[in-house]
């Protein structure tokens, strides 16, 4: 009996799911064509996927995209090194875990992004800025996350191995990195969706080129149904990298 | 010469000097990297960034920027936590509106808002509505799933037994799932403090006619490291002192379940 109501209650869920999602498009069409919503601020969803079409076909997104995901792989590349080898590095030793913890949690909960200009300053428009702003903004979580993951091993585990006769290799492949590597891998998940995020943040506030650079663009010339096409590309394309990334990490941790 | 021990010693026994160490020394070196190596119209050496501050703040609209962007911060603050307070319990309380509401949600959130920023612009003027708008954007989430959480991790057994006892629905309410909700509900204010942050100051930077926005533009594009850097001191200060009042707040009133 349970079950079936189960099951029931999860068909109306996702019934009402659905509906959501077709009212929210009929909405949208109905305020284009009848309720007489400017273009300007609301396209016409049919254009909008007209151009969507467009653009996949054209091949015109392939520059930025290349762009934005070059940036993204250096950014992510430096920081998830950086990150992984000081956190380690500080692990080793609890007295450091103290002093430098809380300095790298105190950085972690200022919004880093307010540093772009000067970051602009340094490194110019192009990429390099964006690479610079991305390692650091996601250099936090992995670090933050590597530490935590080391310095707080079980005692019992370590002391076990030890007396068993564990060399320091053996220590650190069958003990330490096993009981870490989820919550480094969680750091790093979350230290790619930061670099990401901020990567397309930082071409949207200034930039040469790059998928935020693109819809920059077209907002400012008014090419509403185009930029709404844009703007569902990157979004899939940021479920598509973060899916990735979340099943790597899903599949990691479970197997160990 | 006894005294270099002494000075590990205490080093050893209190982290807090340590790191207070560590903070310096980086000062030192930021300083001598300024002055001798980098070129002064790239980076200033600290001592002059916070000799500036004053300068920074007397210079014409800063204070009214300061002003305005702290007035954005508050109201879209408030307005996330009054927001996600009506929608983490409506959608909490009732487990088929959960079920069939929290996948949109954690969709929603999902979503790299950043892409919509052009959008917020166009709907909500570059003044402080736009600001306010996507900083409420950011902040609203992470406080509704906090508050979901909160509600859903209370034990049935508490509610079977409240309304055995013949509490009224508003009781049920007010003496059980509001006192449970509290650690969560500030945990989840914490959150949503460090959301409004991002999305008010994304979008000042973004576009800004009298914020700080403005001024940070100015100050690039004048070559004017000393006040750009004095600047971001005051708003990095700003930010902190803004999570360190949430952060406190948790800590103190999520304590008392937390055994």
Known sequence: MASRRDKRDKWASRAVQAGFLVALALAWYLATTRWGVSHLLLPNPLRVLQQLGDILRSGEFVGDLRITLTELAAAFAISATSGVTVGYLLSRSPYLVRVFEPLLAGVYAVPIILFLPLYVLFFGLGPASKIALGATISFFPIVLNTLAGFAHVERTFVAAARSMGASDYHLFRYVLLPAALPVILTGLRMGFTVALLSIIGSETIASLAGLGHRIVNLAESMEMPRMFAYIAFVVVIAALLNTIVSTIEARWTRER | ?259
Request: hydrophobic share 55%; with cysteine; aromatic share 10%.
């Open chain 2, 1 to 259: 010469m006894s005294a270099v021990p002494a000075i590990r010693r205490t080093l050893l026994r209190h982290p807090g000097w340590a790191r207070l160490g560590v903070v310096v020394v980086l000062l030192c070196l930021w300083e001598i990297a300024a002055r001798f190596v980098v070129d002064p119209m790239f980076l200033s050496p600290p001592s002059r960034v916070f000799a500036s501050l004053g300068a920074v703040l007397g210079t014409q609209g800063v204070p009214a920027a300061l002003r305005i962007t702290f007035f954005e911060l508050a109201v879209a603050f408030v307005l996330s936590v009054v927001i996600g307070l009506v929608i983490g319990l409506s959608v909490g309380l009732q487990s088929f509106a959960r079920r069939s509401t929290m996948p949109i949600i954690l969709l929603l959130y999902g979503m790299p808002q950043i892409t919509i920023l052009p959008l917020f612009i166009l709907f909500f003027g570059i003044g402080a509505a736009s600001k306010i708008a996507f900083g409420v954007s950011h902040g609203v989430f992470p406080i509704v799933l906090a508050i979901v959480a909160g509600v859903q991790n209370i034990k049935p057994i508490l509610l079977t037994s409240a309304r055995s006892m013949g509490a009224s629905r508003w009781h049920v309410l007010r003496y059980v799932i509001f006192p449970h909700m509290i650690p969560s509900f500030f945990a989840g204010m914490r959150l949503g403090m460090t959301g409004v942050l991002l999305g008010v100051l994304l979008a000042e930077l973004y576009v800004s006619t009298a914020g700080i926005g403005h001024f940070t533009t100015q100050f690039t594009q004048n070559f004017d490291p000393t006040r750009l850097l004095g600047l971001i001191s005051i708003l990095a200060a700003m930010a902190i002192v803004l999570n360190e009042i949430v952060r406190r707040a948790e800590v103190r009133f999520g304590r008392w379940h937390s055994s």
